[in-house]
């Protein structure tokens, strides 16, 4: 039996009103042309600091600050693959004043290997801007007898689950690019996760592996100096440092296309006119000279654009890798 009255509903009523005109005066207030005073902004970094994503993000805080009229600061709450940072910005209230300046791991890799996570990776986020793409190097060890992608393969294909490859970490993009490899070709390599790129290209370098996925930027002063061998890169196009290198398509690969992104998301049910301001100013920072040399050092191609675009990218790279980990029956730690 219904106990509702019209005086309830009208109250249901005048509270949703309420909701709505809040919720459009937030909106409102943000889209003007100065954001409103003593409102900080916290960038949250889902890692150590010094890493690039860090790195990148703390430069691009400097410069929406004052283009916003306020300050950002960078709050790094590293742990658990990136999720617990990204966890803590599903969390906060979706005013434009918490952001997540993250990666492709915690947002479209991590999820599909460490179970149930206190947020979802698309619907808990309202995407704001992909700020670059970080291309990587198949690259083995200067004495390594592969001279090419096929000569690798073919070899793995005769020893079967003997040739090892190094990554920075179980369920990183290092490994994915490792277990797609596998896929792709009906190889078995056994992985060799590190703690973190660095030791495991070190490793690479002292040839205690065979292989590694690097990112570019690490991998390309010791393929200069001769000490690896770039074999290819899992860009679309070859990278213009090292022309000589062909991409994985090149080399026989044609569906081996693998850049990790940097983006930066908000949390869901922030105002679109928060959002657009955001993305506005985001896409201005990075066309500044001194952002660019920056990216450029850190080996990472910037991109900008849309929410849509980012929400796209995300959406699809989720997609991509959560069958990568079904077909490898890959376990996270």
Request: glycine share 10%; charged share 15%; with cysteine.
């Given at each position: ?153 073919a070899a793995a294909k005769a020893q079967p689950g003997r040739l090892a490859f190094a990554s920075g970490g179980n369920g990183t993009i290092l490994q994915m690019q490792g277990e797609l490899l596998k896929q792709q070709t009906g190889t078995q390599f056994i992985h060799v996760p590190y703690k973190g790129d660095t030791p495991a290209l070190q ?131």
């Amino acid at each position: 039996m219904s106990t509702s009255t019209p005086s309830r509903h009208a109250s249901l009523r005048r509270a949703l009103l309420i909701g709505a005109c809040a919720l459009a005066a937030t909106g409102a207030a943000w889209a003007q042309a100065d954001w409103p005073k003593d409102q900080i902004i916290t960038w949250v970094v889902p890692y150590p600091p010094g890493g690039s994503t860090d790195v990148l993000g703390r430069n691009l805080a400097q410069r929406v600050g004052p283009a916003l009229g306020t300050r950002v600061i960078v709050d790094n709450k590293a742990g658990a693959t990136g999720t617990i940072g990204a966890a803590y910005v599903a969390k906060a209230t979706p005013d434009g004043l918490t952001l997540l300046g993250t990666s492709i791991g915690p947002q479209a890799i991590a999820p599909h290997l460490m179970g149930k996570l206190p947020y979802d990776p698309i619907k808990s986020f309202a995407p704001v801007i992909t700020v670059g793409t970080i291309p990587h190097i198949l690259v083995v060890g200067a004495n390594q007898p592969f001279k090419t992608v096929a000569e690798l393969i073919a070899a793995a294909k005769a020893q079967p689950g003997r040739l090892a490859f190094a990554s920075g970490g179980n369920g990183t993009i290092l490994q994915m690019q490792g277990e797609l490899l596998k896929q792709q070709t009906g190889t078995q390599f056994i992985h060799v996760p590190y703690k973190g790129d660095t030791p495991a290209l070190q490793d690479t370098l002292g040839e205690q592996v065979n292989f590694m996925f690097a990112p570019a930027a690490a991998a390309l002063p010791h393929v200069q100096a001769g000490k690896l061998r770039a074999l290819a890169v899992t860009s679309a196009a070859r990278l213009a440092a090292l022309p000589q290198v062909p991409t994985m398509g090149e080399a026989g690969l044609k569906n081996f296309v693998v850049e990790q992104w940097q983006a930066v998301f908000a949390p869901a049910g922030t105002p679109a006119p928060v959002v657009d301001r955001l993305n506005r100013e985001l896409n201005t920072a990075l066309k500044d000279p001194a952002i660019v040399a920056l990216a450029d050092k850190l080996g990472i191609t910037l991109v900008g654009g849309t929410p849509k675009q980012l929400g796209d990218l995300q959406k699809a790279d989720s997609a991509k890798w959560a069958e990568v980990i079904r077909a490898g029956n890959i376990k996270a730690d």
